[in-house]
């Protein structure tokens, strides 16, 4: 039986298909889709800021292509040429233009900024202008390391100034007094906790059983007939207005005792002259009673 595919044959089409393998596995690696239809666009930018192959591009945080190849074109100033393949269903808009961007772990990469306002599109080939936008690092040594050069004496100072109140005697103190102020504190809330589950409750229950007794007042108190005690009450003064007016009077014995001072003076000089002749009466029994026996 004849041979078709000698040893060398067989060696040559295990090569060819390693060697296509590995050109897709490199593809596939660097996030290439060669199966995928893309159309190439240019881009001018006058610095990569540390962009390679294969790094990405994306709209709006989607990654819709790659860079392809990075060319330097020296004839107009230093240019630098980039060329990236966008998806082809991906429509560029004319004025749209690619800002270089870096990442801290993603490194630099292309972002597509797309012209809204207008309605014609890009051709395939098409060189777009592209922009760099400072990367992480530059805008942390342009924007803050020169704060934190100022920052550093004082800095110096203020940890200086730490070390003498850490080693300051006071500090330890203070601190000393802050543990007896918890320390009272402490048992300030234990007794505080015991008078509440001891003290507070009687007393509760004694302004529970005020409460019930002022109930029970304010009860009797409502079928008191108010309106008629107050007249009750009126009649009364009425009654002592009107005795009061007529002690005042001089048409009746009592005020006439009352208020007649010549009869109070003849009172007065009558208990004087009984007074004395009592004790007369005492005192000289015979000038006033005879006894005879025969």
């Not at 709006?60 to 269903?89: A, C, E, P, Q, W």
């Not at 207005?241 to 005792?257: A, D, E, G, V």
């Not at 003849?266 to 007074?275: E, G, I």
């Amino acid at each position: 039986m004849k041979k078709y595919f000698t040893k060398e044959l067989s060696i040559a089409v295990i090569t060819l298909i390693s060697l296509g393998l590995l050109y897709f596995g490199l593809n596939y690696l660097k996030g290439a889709n060669i199966f995928k239809p893309s159309n190439h666009y240019y881009v001018k930018i006058p610095n990569v800021n540390e962009l390679q192959k294969s790094s990405s591009v994306y709209v709006n945080g989607f990654r819709v292509g790659m860079v392809n190849s990075i060319d330097y074109f020296n004839s107009d100033g230093n240019t630098i040429i980039v060329m990236v393949s966008l998806d082809k269903k991906m429509k560029v808009e004319t004025g749209s233009y690619f800002e270089l961007k870096s990442g801290l772990t993603s490194g630099a990469y292309f972002d597509l900024v797309l012209n809204k306002y207008v309605s014609s599109y890009c051709q395939a080939g098409d060189t777009l202008e592209g922009v760099s936008s400072a990367g992480l690092m530059d805008k942390l040594s342009v924007n803050i390391l020169p704060g934190i050069e100022k920052v550093l004496p004082r800095l110096d100072s203020i940890l200086i100034g730490i070390q003498y109140l850490v080693n300051n005697p006071a500090l330890s103190q203070s601190l000393d007094q802050i543990a007896a102020t918890t320390s009272n504190l402490e048992k300030s809330t234990r007794q505080l906790s015991l008078l509440l589950s001891k003290d507070i409750p009687p007393i509760v229950s004694n302004l529970d059983q005020v409460s019930s007794d002022f109930t029970e007042v304010s009860a009797n108190l409502k079928r008191i007939d108010l309106n008629s005690t107050l007249t009750k009450i009126d009649s009364t003064i009425q009654n002592l207005n009107q005795m009061t007016n007529q002690l005042n009077s001089k048409n009746n014995s009592i005020s006439l005792l009352l208020n007649d001072r010549a009869l109070y003076d003849h009172l007065d000089s009558t208990a004087v002259n009984a007074s004395d002749l009592l004790r007369d009466l005492k005192q000289n029994p015979k000038r006033y009673v005879h006894f005879s026996l025969f």
